[in-house]
């Protein structure tokens, strides 16, 4: 019976256009990816600033596996936590000004760490509706009461709080959200965590290494003042080109997740060579305002070159530029035609997206060519002259 489920299941995605394809990509993550033996420019990856395949994280890599092996071999509060993951750990805390870092082996798993961790049934989730996924399932997994206020809605959300009357009361917001690319009233999401005694929890996953002094992100982008009640969440698989997240904050916080946090404890430590790598990393990102000025120059000339054209690019200053087209299949078809073309840009549909937003969602890296992106704007503007 429930693999008549599963089929049905599986045959309404079908018929709804909805089956996710994945695509066995044939060389390293970068600005060319090779698939079937075509060649495509890709603008699909979070890799931001063209660290996945750089040849010092490869070499660090390298030297790692030497010295350190391959596994951590158990969980980080038994005997998995080595050199390089407590190296990590002090820099990253170093790098964003904070007491303490805690290093995680995914951001989906430092979210489920947070939220459940900090609150329960008593208390309360505020949360913006578009925050990413892992955030969502981080509320549910606390059990406290989740309240979803419009998207970047301070009114919304200055009154709930004030309603509330939950016992602890934590805000949880994307810095940078991951399907437009808009950045959080972050000054006032911390104006109101004081002014109602409320945690703040930010989801910097696309800001690190990005914005911000040196890529510090977005809370010092914005000059956010590091205050105990604020938590930073930062993922080192986008900006850094590695894998993993950090939770950076007030030490006393930190070492709550690191004694209670199941997805923490539970879990083995990831592997000593990206610890290793993510050190390297860290290094390249403070070193990496060429990088990241390329970047801006690359994501001012998307937005000139697509000016006039029938679909709209709401503003981002990052590198996420969503490509409005609002029909779900047009947006498809669009992605398509393009991919006819060797330009790689996915199609983002419901539910990942509010109803009637499909988008292209393109994203830029500082490994991208202006060349390449002039390939791409010539390519959308030749499908707005020809819809048929
Ligand atoms: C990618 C992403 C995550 C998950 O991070 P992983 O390290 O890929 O598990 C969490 N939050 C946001 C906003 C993201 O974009």
Redesign the pocket.
């Known amino acids: 019976m429930i693999w008549d489920e599963l089929d049905s299941g599986l045959a309404q995605l079908r018929a709804d256009g909805l089956l996710r394809r994945r695509r066995t990509l044939d060389a390293p993550c970068g600005p060319e990816a090779w698939i079937d033996d075509r060649r495509l420019v890709a603008f699909c990856s979070?890799d931001y600033l063209g660290l996945a395949n750089h040849p010092a994280l490869i070499a660090a890599a390298r030297e790692a596996a030497t010295r350190w092996g391959v596994g951590s071999g158990a969980s980080h509060v038994v005997s998995g936590h080595l050199r390089p993951h407590a190296e990590l750990e002090e820099r990253l805390a170093a790098f964003v000004g904070r007491e303490r870092a805690l290093y995680f082996g995914?951001?989906?798993?430092?979210?489920l760490a947070i939220v459940p961790t900090l609150v329960g049934r008593d208390d309360a989730v505020f949360a913006d509706k578009l925050n990413?996924a892992?955030?969502i399932d981080a509320a549910l997994l606390a059990r406290a009461e989740h309240l979803r206020y419009p998207h970047g809605d301070m009114e919304v959300l200055a009154h709930r709080l004030q309603r509330s009357t939950a016992r602890r009361k934590l805000i949880l917001t994307?810095a940078v959200f991951?399907m437009d690319g808009d950045l959080a009233p972050l000054p006032e999401l911390f104006d109101l965590a004081e002014r109602f005694d409320a945690w703040l929890v930010i989801?910097d996953?696309?800001g690190f290494g990005v914005l911000g002094p040196g890529g510090r992100g977005s809370l010092a982008h914005f000059e956010l003042p590091p205050s105990p009640r604020l938590i930073l969440?930062g993922?080192?698989?986008?900006a850094a080109g590695g894998?993993?997240?950090f939770v950076a904050g007030d030490r006393r916080v930190i070492e709550w997740l690191a004694q209670r946090a199941r997805p923490y404890i539970f879990t083995t430590a990831s592997s000593p060579i990206m610890a290793a790598v993510l050190l390297a990393s860290l290094a390249l990102i403070a070193a990496g305002d060429d990088r990241r000025a390329h970047l801006r120059q690359l994501i001012a000339r998307l937005r000139a070159g697509l000016a006039g054209l029938p679909w709209r690019l709401p503003p981002s200053p990052t590198a996420i530029q969503p490509l409005l087209v609002g029909d779900n299949e047009a947006a498809v078809r669009l992605s398509g035609r393009l991919f006819e073309r060797g330009l790689w840009v996915p199609a983002i549909r419901p539910p990942t997206v509010p109803v009637g937003t499909a988008r292209l969602r393109i994203s830029l890296s500082a490994a991208h060519e202006a060349t390449q992106l002039d390939a791409l704007i010539a390519a959308l503007r030749d499908c707005a002259g020809h819809p048929h």
Do not use: E, I, P, R
């Open positions: 979070n995914a951001g989906y798993m430092a979210n990413h892992s955030l994307d991951s989801d996953a696309h969440m993922t080192l698989g986008k894998s993993g997240a």
